[in-house]
């Protein structure tokens, strides 16, 4: 069964360095997506992606992150100058055209800032 | 505000017990709701889903779900837990205009053999 990937499964950086997460969507999927849990709290949307252009943003995703599809596969997730409080496991998500309400999430990946 | 409320963060039960996980919501207009499972070192898998229709709605793994307009609630059950239920659970919800779920805050669930 296709399955949404990402990677790494978990990263440490220092705080004011740059990261990058990485997501390989299911393959016909269209619609794309990156959430995170900080530890004992909810799972957030930070940001929808369709026709190679964010559709949608919530609040936490201010000018320090950025989404990228580099390439017919993968989707991306920049924090441009990590802090503290962005240590969460984010996670990303995708699905169909016909439809994106149904979304397929990838294990996540668990980011550590020091 | 949008909201969706788990209100048990906790709950164990034995397994071949059943079991109901409670879930509501908060939205102007009728949403879509999901309930989705989290194991350990897994990803959020899909269990089930309403759209609109009949209220009662199958998905896998032997679960079903209620959908309560008069209650806003969307409750998860199971007739006969086995031991590897265990896991995290998160209700969401999106609604027509946007694809963004918002999630509760999820029910940790601990079968005892």
């Known amino acids: 069964e296709p399955e949404v990937t990402q990677t790494p499964s978990h990263q440490v950086t220092q705080m004011g360095q740059e990261v990058i997460l990485r997501c390989v969507p299911i393959?016909?999927?269209?619609?794309f997506y990156w959430y995170r849990q900080i530890l004992g709290q909810k799972v957030e949307f930070l940001v929808s992606?369709?026709?190679?252009?964010?559709?949608?943003k919530s609040e936490i995703f201010d000018d320090q992150f950025s989404v990228e599809r580099p390439d017919g596969s993968n989707f991306t997730l920049k924090i441009r100058s990590t802090k503290l409080e962005d240590s969460a496991m984010y996670f990303c998500?995708?699905?169909?055209?016909?439809?994106?309400?149904?979304?397929?999430f990838g294990p996540g990946t668990r980011l550590t800032v020091t | 505000a949008q909201s969706v409320t788990q209100p048990d963060i906790h709950i164990t039960v034995s397994e071949g017990a059943s079991l109901e996980l409670r879930c509501n919501y908060s939205?102007?207009?009728?949403?879509?709701l999901f309930w989705y499972v989290q194991s350990p070192g897994q990803g959020l898998q899909l269990l089930l889903k309403?759209?609109?229709?009949?209220?009662l709605v199958q998905g896998i793994k032997g679960f079903e779900a209620e959908f309560k307009r008069s209650q806003s609630s969307f409750n998860l059950r199971k007739p006969s837990v086995h031991w590897s239920d265990a896991a995290e659970y998160f209700c969401?919800?999106?609604?027509?205009?946007?694809?963004?779920?918002?999630f509760g805050t999820g029910t940790r669930l601990k079968v005892l053999a």
């Open positions: 992606f369709y026709n190679n252009e964010i559709s949608e």
């Open positions: 998500a995708s699905s169909y055209r016909t439809n994106p309400y149904e979304q397929y």
């Open positions: 969401a919800a999106s609604t027509s205009g946007t694809y963004k779920y918002i």
């Open positions: 309403y759209f609109s229709g009949d209220t």
């Open positions: 939205y102007g207009a009728t949403p879509y």
């Open positions: 393959s016909n999927h269209l619609y």
